[in-house]
C-alpha cells in the first residue's frame, strides 16, 4: 500500500544520496534530501498510514519486487535530479542569496542533475517492461490502459522529452530545469492523486 510503498521509498531516496556520495561530492545537497525524506515520513505515518494485509492473488510474484523495487530506484534518483534542477532554477534568479552562494555554479548543477536523469530514466524504462510481463502474467495481457499504467508510460514520455530536448535541441540552463521539474511532479501525481482518486487495477495501492 501506500505507506508501505512511502518508508521504503524514503530509504531508498537517503541509501541513493548516500552511495551517490561515493563518486560525487553532494553533501551540500545534504540538507534538501533530507527535508524531502523527513516529509516523507511523516507523511506516511500520519496520513497514509495503514496496517499490512494479506498480498492479493495478482501482487503474489516474484514480479512485485522486481517492479516495485526498480519503481522506487527510478523515483529516487529522479527526486536528485529533481532536487538539483530547483537549486539550478533559484540560483538562476536575478538576485542570487548569500545561502545560494553555498552551492556549486549553474553549470555544475545541470550536469549532475542530467546525470540523475539518465539514471532514473533507464530505471524508469525496466520498470514499465517489468510491469508489462508482470501484468502478462496476472492478468493475461501486457497493456490494459489501467490509469496507473498510462501515468506510468506519461511520465517516461516526458523524461523522454526532456533527453531529446537537451541532447539535440540544444535545451539547457532553466529550461531543461523546469521540464525536469515537470517529470518529478508528474511522478508525485501519479503516487498521489492517481492512488487516491482514480479507479484501476492498482488500487490496493491506495489507501
Known amino acids: 500500500n501506500m505507506y508501505e510503498f512511502s518508508i521504503t521509498g524514503a530509504l531508498a531516496f537517503s541509501v541513493?544520496?548516500?552511495v551517490t556520495l561515493r563518486k560525487y561530492d553532494l553533501r551540500w545537497l545534504g540538507l534538501p534530501i533530507s527535508i524531502f525524506v523527513l516529509l516523507v515520513l511523516g507523511t506516511a505515518i500520519t496520513v497514509l498510514y495503514r496496517p499490512s494485509a494479506p498480498l492479493v492473488p495478482a501482487l503474489k510474484s516474484t514480479w512485485l519486487v522486481i517492479h516495485v523495487s526498480v519503481a522506487i530506484l527510478a523515483t529516487a534518483f529522479f527526486m536528485i535530479a529533481a532536487a538539483l534542477a530547483a537549486l539550478l532554477i533559484a540560483k538562476s534568479g536575478k538576485k542570487e542569496g548569500k545561502f545560494l552562494k553555498i552551492f556549486p555554479?549553474?553549470?555544475q548543477l545541470e550536469k549532475l542533475s542530467y546525470q540523475f536523469n539518465i539514471i532514473g530514466f533507464i530505471l524508469w524504462s525496466f520498470?514499465?517492461?517489468a510491469g508489462a510481463i508482470w501484468a502478462d502474467k496476472a492478468w493475461h495481457r501486457f497493456w490494459g490502459w489501467d490509469t496507473k499504467e498510462v501515468w506510468t508510460?506519461?511520465?517516461w514520455t516526458i523524461y523522454a522529452a526532456y533527453l531529446h530536448a537537451t541532447t539535440t535541441r540544444g535545451w539547457e540552463g532553466k529550461k531543461a530545469a523546469w521540464l525536469t521539474l515537470i517529470g518529478f511532479t508528474a511522478i508525485l501525481?501519479?503516487?498521489t492523486i492517481v492512488n487516491l482518486f482514480f479507479k484501476g487495477l492498482h488500487v490496493y495501492s491506495g489507501l
Open 16 to 18: 541513493a544520496y548516500l
Open 105 to 107: 555554479e549553474v553549470t
Open 127 to 129: 520498470t514499465l517492461i
Open 153 to 155: 508510460f506519461i511520465i
Open 189 to 191: 501525481f501519479n503516487f
